[in-house]
């Protein structure tokens, strides 16, 4: 008689365990729970990007990225806090009061195993007063990153000067 209330105990507990991972429908009958993609946020800011070029004449205090005469490249990787992303959304802040050229961020994909990238979108101010200015792309390729092999980074142009690269946020989901 013991015996057969413990068994009857265990049961009823993984019966209920079960329930609890797997879920109940509305009829009480075992239904699978689709995982949740988790949505998250990351600001890669001005002080993040480190000239490409030799002999570039350029600012950056930290908060502003800009360019003293010509244009100037610039480049800065991503780091997540988890091994696998896809990328959602990228928003470049920035000003750009400059019919003379304008901002843009690329996104790469960089494979070291195979001596390769890949581009995967960008995003670019126009002429505007607005001060700081949010341009925003979800025209992604490659949005998949699996940074065991792939090291994403972001290649700026700012295409003229009295114009600044304030930040670029990306929104990613794992």
Avoid at 38 to 67: C, E, H, W
Avoid at 75 to 97: G, H, Q, S
Wanted: hydrophobic share 50%; with cysteine; net charge negative.
């Amino acid at each position: 008689m013991l015996w057969s209330k413990r068994l009857w105990a265990v049961v009823l507990v993984g019966v209920l365990v079960a329930g609890l991972l797997v879920g109940f429908g509305a009829g009480g009958e075992a239904v699978a729970k689709e995982p949740r993609a988790t949505l998250r946020k990351v600001m890669i800011p001005a002080a993040a990007f480190i000239p490409t070029q030799d002999a570039l004449d350029y600012d950056n205090d930290g908060f502003m990225l800009s360019v003293v005469s010509g244009d100037g490249m610039f480049a800065a990787p991503l780091w997540f806090p988890v091994p696998e992303v896809i990328i959602r959304k990228i928003t470049l802040i920035a000003f750009d009061n400059s019919a003379a050229g304008r901002i843009c961020v690329d996104l790469y994909r960089a494979e070291p195993l195979r001596a390769d990238d890949w581009y995967a979108g960008a995003v670019c101010t126009a002429d505007s007063t607005d001060d700081p200015q949010r341009t925003v792309t979800t025209a992604l390729s490659h949005r998949r990153v699996n940074t065991v092999n792939i090291g994403p980074y972001l290649w700026a142009d700012i295409g003229a000067p009295n114009m600044s690269l304030y930040g670029v946020q990306v929104v990613y989901s794992y």
